[in-house]
C-alpha cells in the first residue's frame, strides 16, 4: 500500500503487546486500523479491496476537509 499511496499514507506496524496496541480491543492476530477505525478482515486480507477501502476513505477526508 506503501509503494501505491507514497506519502499520502502513514504505515505503522505493531506487535499485539507492544504499547502502542495496548489502546486497541484486538482480536486475532490480523487487525487492521485505518484513522483509528478497524477495517474488516475480508478487507485487509485482500490487496485489491484494501487499496480500494483506502481510496474512498481519502476521497471521503478530502471532501470533509474542503
Do not use: C, W
Amino acid at each position: 500500500m506503501k509503494d501505491h499511496f507514497g506519502e499520502s499514507l502513514e504505515v505503522a506496524i505493531h506487535l499485539i503487546d507492544s504499547p502502542e496496541a495496548a489502546n486497541y480491543d484486538l482480536r486475532g492476530s490480523t487487525t487492521v486500523y485505518l484513522n483509528d477505525e478497524s477495517v474488516p478482515l475480508d478487507i485487509a486480507m485482500s490487496a485489491n479491496k484494501m487499496q480500494t477501502y483506502i481510496e474512498h476513505a481519502m476521497t471521503a477526508e478530502s471532501k470533509h476537509a474542503g
